[in-house]
């Protein structure tokens, strides 16, 4: 699958930013909503002098509630939108001010579920021009993988 259409860019893709690169199902054979919804990606990450990459197990309902929580935050331009992982790889606050500046409070860690790993909090800046290409990033990593059963 292009990588370009299974990526979310938060943040600016010229300056810092995260990536979330969706690459394939985990148990593609898995019709059930437990199994068939773990999903194998890449989270990028360049933020100040730290850049950095690893491999995550997500779930795909997770892109969609952040997707249906941006799009909200998008109409008001205040509040937070939220993509939280089960297992713990990965979080995203996304603040709004209510003036079109936004802050993403980020937390990415190498080895969850296990722990014991790293861990790396940062904290990324842009506008709302950068929301409507979030939300289309996150639309085209639900149609590729969208949720099974419920």
């Not at 690893?54 to 939108?81: C, D, H, P």
Request: proline share 3%.
């Amino acid at each position: 699958m292009n990588k370009d259409l299974t990526s979310v860019t938060i943040g600016s893709p010229d300056s810092e930013y995260l990536i979330i690169h969706v690459i394939n199902r985990e148990y593609p054979l898995s019709s059930d909503y437990y199994d068939g919804n773990w999903v194998k990606s890449t989270i990028k990450v360049s933020a100040g002098g730290f850049t950095g990459k690893i491999t995550a197990s997500l779930r795909s309902e997770e892109f969609v509630k952040f997707m249906n929580e941006l799009s909200m935050l998008y109409e008001k331009l205040s509040g937070q939108a939220n993509f939280t992982t089960m297992e713990e790889w990965l979080s995203i606050t996304v603040v709004g001010d209510g003036l079109g500046h936004l802050e993403a409070q980020c937390k990415l860690s190498d080895n969850a579920p296990a722990g014991g790993g790293n861990t790396l909090y940062f904290t990324l800046h842009f506008d709302q021009t950068f929301i409507p290409g979030m939300i289309a990033g996150l639309n085209r990593i639900v149609m590729a993988f969208p949720v099974i059963g419920n």
